[in-house]
């Protein structure tokens, strides 16, 4: 069974910073892409970040271009995602998720549980 586990999550100051971490349960996650999805209430679910399988490439969404960065560690099974200068509206449920390169959800088939990132004053 493919599991993934995504931690770091909280409450955060807006300008604040987070560290996301994403680990594999049962597989490698060199063997996919690994993407991070966002979902706030009401809203569709938007595609954040992803990284290939060997690391060299990643996409980010516009919105978050410049402040967040995803990267993966092989030896930890453990893909992150580093986010700095918080605003409210990147508050949401973060999901990650292993598949194929890309910010298509239908593209991926196994995903997290998800953690909430709440950025408030």
């Known amino acids: 069974q493919l599991q993934l586990v995504e931690s770091g999550g909280g409450l955060v100051q807006p300008g604040g910073s987070l560290k996301l971490s994403c680990a594999a349960s049962?597989?490698?996650?060199?063997?996919?892409?690994i993407a991070w999805f966002r979902q706030a209430p009401g809203n569709e679910r938007e595609g954040v970040s992803c990284i290939s399988r060997s690391g060299d490439n990643t996409i980010y969404a516009n919105s978050v271009k410049g402040r967040f960065t995803i990267s993966r560690d092989s030896a930890k099974n453990t893909v992150y995602l580093q986010m700095n200068n918080l605003k409210p509206e990147d508050t949401a449920v973060y999901y990650c998720a292993a598949g194929f390169y890309g910010l298509d959800p239908e593209r991926f088939g196994s995903w997290g549980q998800g953690t909430q990132v709440t950025v408030s004053s």
């Open positions: 049962g597989f490698t996650l060199d063997n996919y892409a």
